[in-house]
């Protein structure tokens, strides 16, 4: 599939994660991305991608290298009320719950909330607090 618009001007680039599960991967990603607002950009036989994170088999000719151990990835919201979505819908779609919506100590305002996805990855969505953006993205168009 060929990239035709990319979202750029956030700190990540792209993140890959291989996973044993496609299914059930694109099952879980499916529900938080939709609670999210994060459409789904593409997908074949052995991934799928959504924004900056490209999801594969370790089959996939994208996944190189020895497979790693679990990772941490957290996700804008929009407001406290999308990151409680968010964990409603990881909870409904495979995922385990690893620290319910609430408010963080890692500065003023920051609320967020934790799930395991099926593969045992940290998956946080968080909400910064009131603030104002220049722009929600940087729009690429090929």
């Keep these: ?5 990319l979202h750029r001007g956030r700190l990540i680039d792209h993140i890959q994660l291989v ?23 593409g997908s074949g036989e052995d991934f799928f991608w959504a924004d900056e994170l490209f999801i594969s088999t370790p089959d996939s000719e994208a996944a190189q290298g020895e497979l790693t151990g679990r990772h941490h990835l957290a ?3 929009k407001d406290r ?8 819908a990881a909870l409904k779609n495979g995922g385990r719950d690893n620290g319910a919506p609430g408010l963080r100590p ?3 305002g ?5 799930v395991l996805d099926p593969d ?9 607090g009131e603030a104002q953006r220049s722009a929600p993205s940087v729009k690429v168009t090929f």
């Design 1 to 5: 599939m060929e990239t035709q618009e």
């Design 19 to 41: 996973v044993k599960d496609l299914a059930a991967s694109r099952k879980f990603y499916e529900a938080v991305f939709a609670e999210l607002n994060i459409p789904m950009s």
């Design 75 to 77: 996700f804008q919201a």
């Design 81 to 88: 009320a999308m990151v409680e979505a968010f964990h409603r």
């Design 106 to 108: 890692y500065h003023p």
């Design 110 to 114: 920051y609320y967020g909330a934790f």
């Design 120 to 128: 045992g990855n940290n998956i946080e969505a968080v909400y910064h």
